[in-house]
């Protein structure tokens, strides 16, 4: 349970969620933050703004629960108590809990925190500020994954951090939809999304996966998976330095280390 605290820091989000919105971070999560977990004393994890309905917090607290620790604890946060009373019916404890909190995560000690669609709402500049809140707040060796996606969950982003900061971010997608992939940048995350423009390492991205998906339109007749894999794997050809993950890959997923898109200027996605 959380434990009392001072008042919630942020600000209410707009609270939209659907059924498997998450679905793809919360699998990245279940391979890329299962060591955490695993090596934790108290495997807790924190959904921050879990939004106006529950479901998010509970669909990630079964996936980890049945794929890495049966043992894990969720909590969801949200800064508006309406939302937490209207959570209750959806608790189970100790595995799934809900309280109010904000970036200072209510005196808790989570290993992992996810934070989804939060800071969106947000200006830039406050990014730096919330994620350095958050990452003060997690346990040794913690790991916050901060992020954002379209309403169905087919389009998204996310950073991964630890306590020194950006580690990588994620571009995932779902390639039986996707257009082009000039479609991710509408849904980058705050610390990038102003930064698509012509001189910054993310757009110079963007349009390099774009270039190489029209390149690899040879490959559409074999499936839209297989005009992926050619357009990642063409990009990393290039010089881009996309870890090597062939299972992310093929769910329509690239992971590239923070500082090959990290923004330029002082001060800009850092801690």
Not at 198 to 212: K, N, S, V
Request: charged fraction near 25%; glycine fraction near 8%.
């Amino acid at each position: 349970m959380a434990t009392r605290a001072s008042r919630p820091l942020g600000v209410v989000t707009r609270g939209t969620t659907n059924p498997n919105r998450l679905r793809r971070v919360d699998n990245w999560m279940v391979e890329n933050c299962a060591d955490a977990l695993r090596a934790a004393p108290d495997p807790l994890v924190v959904d921050l703004g879990y939004g106006a309905t529950p479901v998010t917090a509970v669909e990630l607290r079964a996936r980890l629960a049945a794929r890495v620790r049966s043992d894990v604890r969720v909590v969801g946060l949200e800064i508006d108590p309406v939302r937490v009373d209207a959570a209750q019916p959806a608790a189970d404890p100790p595995g799934l809990t809900f309280a109010r909190g904000g970036f200072e995560l209510a005196g808790l000690r989570p290993t992992v925190v996810r934070a989804f669609n939060v800071l969106r709402q947000y200006d830039e500049s406050e990014v730096a500020a919330a994620w350095a809140t958050v990452l003060a707040g997690l346990a040794p060796g913690g790991l916050l994954v901060e992020g954002t996606c379209d309403e169905p969950g087919r389009l998204g982003s996310w950073i991964l951090l630890d306590s020194t900061g950006p580690r990588t971010l994620t571009l995932a997608a779902r390639p039986t939809t996707l257009e082009s992939p000039a479609e991710l940048a509408e849904r980058l995350p705050k610390a990038l999304i102003h930064r698509n423009v012509p001189g910054e390492p993310i757009h110079d991205l963007i349009r390099a996966l774009d270039d190489a998906w029209r390149a690899a339109a040879g490959y559409a007749p074999f499936g839209p998976r297989q005009r992926w894999l050619r357009a990642v794997s063409t990009v990393r050809t290039q010089g881009w330095p996309v870890l090597r993950r062939p299972r992310e890959w093929r769910q329509g997923q690239l992971t590239i280390p923070w500082p090959a898109v990290a923004p330029r200027g002082r001060g800009q996605g850092r801690v």
